[in-house]
């Protein structure tokens, strides 16, 4: 049964410090998408790549958070210097894409982050 | 103006009830619809696609009005399994595979 995997599942740290969440996605989905879900806003879509190029990161805050796909297995979200208000679950999301199709999002379980 | 948006709720329904969920979403490029489930704590995971003729999976209609701009969810002799979040999403214009959730629309069904 292939799932996203996401690591840690829970990240507790103090404001200024870096944080590093990562995805493993699904073998052979070639889309992954970074989401941030508050209570407050919802689900929001930070980034995402297709064929590990970023696509589009307009959601995502420039000055401190940084998305990469270092390999097809691996993504990786990075917030440096983290703040209380980044407190969120950050959810990691692929899919396989073809031309202008477009198919179901498999979700990972999430990193519950508190940045204290 | 949220690009797509849900009534919260909370819907408080008996077992057996049926009950409708609308969403609308203001981008009229907007090309692809779905409705996801997430349960409390849990990831998000596809309840199902909406196509503009309308369709159904069991229990669950769900139905697209291009002209108004919106989607429906339909779900017939709820279950009290069927307590969660429903989260309406849209995917917007051509080229692109960016998606946006609309807020989710919570429901509680009692026994």
């Known amino acids: 049964d292939a799932r996203v995997t996401q690591t840690p599942r829970d990240k507790v740290t103090e404001m200024g410090q870096e944080v590093t969440m990562r995805c493993q996605p699904i073998?052979?989905?070639?889309?992954v998408f970074w989401y941030r879900q508050t209570m407050m806003q919802g689900l929001e879509l930070l980034a995402y790549?297709?064929?590990?190029?970023?696509?589009?990161d307009s959601g995502m805050p420039k000055d401190r958070f940084s998305a990469e796909m270092p390999d097809a297995t691996l993504a990786t979200l990075k917030i440096q210097p983290s703040e209380p208000r980044d407190s969120a679950v950050y959810f990691c999301?692929?899919?396989?894409?073809?031309?202008?199709?477009?198919?179901?999002?498999?979700f990972g379980p999430g990193t519950r982050l508190t940045v204290l | 103006r949220k690009e797509v948006e849900q009534d919260p709720g909370p819907f408080n329904v008996p077992e057996g009830a049926t009950v409708a969920f609308n969403c609308t979403y203001s981008?009229?490029?907007?090309?692809?619809f779905f409705w996801y489930r997430q349960d409390c704590r849990k990831e998000p995971k596809l309840l199902m696609s909406?196509?503009?003729s309308g369709n159904e999976d069991g229990r669950f209609t769900a139905q697209l009005n291009r002209a108004s701009q919106y989607i429906s969810l339909l779900i017939r002799d709820s279950k009290l399994s069927d307590s969660a979040t429903y989260l309406c999403v849209v995917r917007k214009g051509t080229g692109g595979f960016k998606t946006i959730f609309g807020a989710g629309t919570r429901l509680f069904v009692k026994a």
């Open positions: 909406v196509y503009s």
């Open positions: 790549f297709r064929n590990r190029a970023p696509l589009d």
């Open positions: 981008n009229s490029a907007s090309q692809s």
């Open positions: 073998l052979g989905h070639n889309t």
């Open positions: 999301a692929s899919g396989l894409t073809r031309d202008s199709s477009y198919n179901e999002q498999f």
